[in-house]
């Protein structure tokens, strides 16, 4: 079964700390990867697609296909980073996004 | 701005009722797809059109139902209303299905409250 799963409901670092938001997926074949961010409620914001390589606001993913993760790291977090993060992957046989449970990362001055 | 658009922002309706949200993708993308958002299940998959034409169904129940029409914008509608409907409901929009560029991107959501 395609499923992702984050396990931290919630990350509480403060300013200037690393962070490490966890995803876990379980998917026959290769998998196609993205973090979503979410502030307060309002539309998902694509951050970042594991094709891509890209590194967007200072956050990274890299995707490790022996441990089936996509871990999201920035290595100095800011308060403007306080949102909720959704890892998700592509369904491989319609192309509708299966989304983990999200996590709440809150960064504290 | 993603460039997907969604009416109404907030909708509040009573239980029984029957409304119906409205989605925009961005120009040039042919597929929709409704996600429902609500604290209980998190964010779910509903129902994907491309081109007009359904093309797979989630989490949906019966009583809600969508279309997308030949300007390609869509629209979901949500029937015999439940206290339990009251979610954010996202549209999202990609240029295709699979293959290509298929990112896809949300707009604002239309936030449901049934009392």
């Known amino acids: 079964a395609q499923r992702v799963t984050q396990p931290e409901k919630l990350l509480s670092v403060f300013k200037g700390a690393p962070v490490e938001l966890k995803c876990n997926y379980s998917y026959s074949g290769s998998p196609e990867l993205f973090w979503y961010v979410q502030y307060s409620r309002q539309r998902l914001q694509l951050l970042l697609r594991h094709i891509s390589r890209e590194s967007i606001k200072g956050f990274t993913a890299d995707l490790n296909k022996g441990e089936t993760s996509f871990h999201l790291k920035k290595p100095f977090a800011q308060e403007e980073d306080s949102a909720m993060y959704y890892c998700a992957l592509i369904d491989n046989q319609g192309g509708k996004l299966i989304f983990g449970q999200g996590t709440e990362l809150s960064v504290k001055p | 701005d993603s460039g997907v658009t969604q009416t109404p922002k907030h909708l509040i309706t009573a239980t029984g009722q029957r409304v119906t949200l409205r989605c925009s993708p961005r120009s040039g993308d042919l597929s929709v797809y409704w996600y429902q958002q609500s604290l209980d299940q998190g964010l779910q998959f509903l129902i994907q059109y491309y081109n007009g034409e359904e093309r797979a169904k989630g989490n949906i129940l019966e009583r809600f139902s969508a279309q997308q029409f030949p300007d390609l914008h869509s629209e979901l509608n949500l029937s015999s209303l439940e206290l339990g409907d009251s979610a954010l409901y996202f549209c999202?929009?990609?240029?295709?299905?699979?293959?290509?560029?298929?990112?896809?991107?949300f707009g604002p959501g239309t936030r449901l409250t049934v009392t």
């Open positions: 999202a929009s990609s240029v295709s299905p699979r293959g290509g560029p298929y990112e896809q991107y």
